[in-house]
């Protein structure tokens, strides 16, 4: 790690951070191809929200972990990105919710499989965590999608009525959708095609959405929002957001 | 390459292109650990510009050739990206211009240096080029830095008076800048400190600069400008093209 992301007190001590665990991750053969410029992508758009839970985020969370909780079959996807950044906390996430977790990634090969269900067991046995841990040994496939990606287990996300996608690309996104499922999909732009198609976007970073999602599903109290939920409508305030930041 | 990559009608052709390039270059030991990350975030604000010159940077790109051609001492400053996404078009750049073209990185190792000199060798002998590479044997340092990154030749980065840093380190940029230098920037976050830094910021990516800039350099027309040159409100008009793209 550089010497700066050592020191909690500097300003870029977070972002650092994370991008360390990426590299961890690339070098324990976690990560896709294409991996680091997807985070690349994220830390420009999380630049323009300020490195900050913006208000309508914060919104979408709340739904989003009142869909969890209500849900019958709720599932969290997890890609490579997501194990890296936000392993423990998304595993803690489940555990919380009794639900599994399925690894569910795009460039889908046995040597990245085998190295991200070794990273979530060692997580579960350090931790001490009980998760059911999905996708060793797909037994289905996602209507609408050709060749590897569509590789899915029937009692993970087949069954599942609402499932947890952060940093979900496009066209699996919308295959979720299209099985009639609540897909809650975290993205940090605000005009990707993830974004549009989700269910509950959060437009926020996946480490500070985990962390929200960890304290919001630990209240006993019962989410009685005022108005039903409107994806486009969250989806222009995060806009708005960084206009006004923009015009700043 | 994806199957994608190598069909020139896919909309995403020109996006496939350079990521292709990158990781070729990063076989090659060309990149520092940090390449992916930065042309990740790169991506994601020529997204937001529309993948397009926009007028503000068309007009610095005007006065950025204007000034190299009147430099009496220019230098093409390049770094692991700059080579892998655009070593041919620079080193024309710099036969054109009849000026030295200088490796200057953050992350300097012997190994990385000897790479990105190969490189440029290769493509100077390909190509039949003319053009001095500087680098290799560093004797002189930017003033105000620190380590490795300050190592630069006398007769190319210290001597130069107008200086072309494509995707450069904001300290770096500031250091030039201190020492009288005109800096030319390509960056395509308005908001960097860089692009704030530069004398001139083109907000653009960076082969398409290379392209312009080779065309424009061509031209036998004497540029006058009809006012001087100003970069924050240049930098301005490149965040209103982007705020007007969100609010549409």
């Known amino acids: 790690m550089d010497d700066v992301a050592a020191d909690p007190s500097h300003p870029r001590y977070q972002s650092l951070l994370l991008r360390h665990r990426l590299e961890q991750a690339e070098q324990q053969g976690l990560l896709a ?17 300020g490195e900050q839970t913006i208000a309508s985020a914060h919104l979408a969370t709340l739904y989003a972990v009142d869909a969890l909780k ?14 890296a950044l936000a392993g423990e906390a998304l595993l803690k996430l489940a555990e919380h919710l009794d639900c599994p977790v399925e690894i569910n990634i795009f460039y889908r090969t046995p040597e990245r499989m085998k190295a991200l269900l070794g990273r979530l067991e060692a997580i579960k046995s350090e931790l001490n965590l009980e998760v059911e841990i999905l996708g060793a ?8 999608l ?7 287990t029937q009692e993970g996300i087949i069954d599942a009525d609402v499932i947890l996608v952060p ?7 919308e295959a ?45 109290q019962i989410f009685e929002p005022e108005s039903p939920y409107n994806n486009d409508e969250n989806l222009a ?12």
């Open 237 to 248: 305030e995060a806009l708005r957001h960084i206009v006004m930041r923009f015009n700043a």
């Open 167 to 173: 940093l979900e690309d496009g066209d699996r996104c």
């Open 70 to 83: 209500r849900a019958s079959r709720p599932v969290l996807s997890l890609n490579g990105n997501a194990v």
């Open 137 to 144: 040994e797909p037994n289905a496939r996602i209507p609408g």
């Open 176 to 220: 979720l959708v299209a099985m009639g499922k609540t897909v809650i999909v975290i993205d940090l732009n605000p005009l990707s095609r993830s974004a549009k198609m989700g269910s509950i976007t959060i437009v926020d970073e996946l480490t500070r959405v985990a962390q929200n999602m960890l304290e919001l599903v630990q209240h006993e």
């Open 33 to 49: 191809g294409s991996a680091m410029i997807a985070h690349g992508r994220g830390e420009a758009y999380d630049y323009l929200l």
């Open 146 to 152: 050709k060749g590897p990606r569509a590789k899915c």
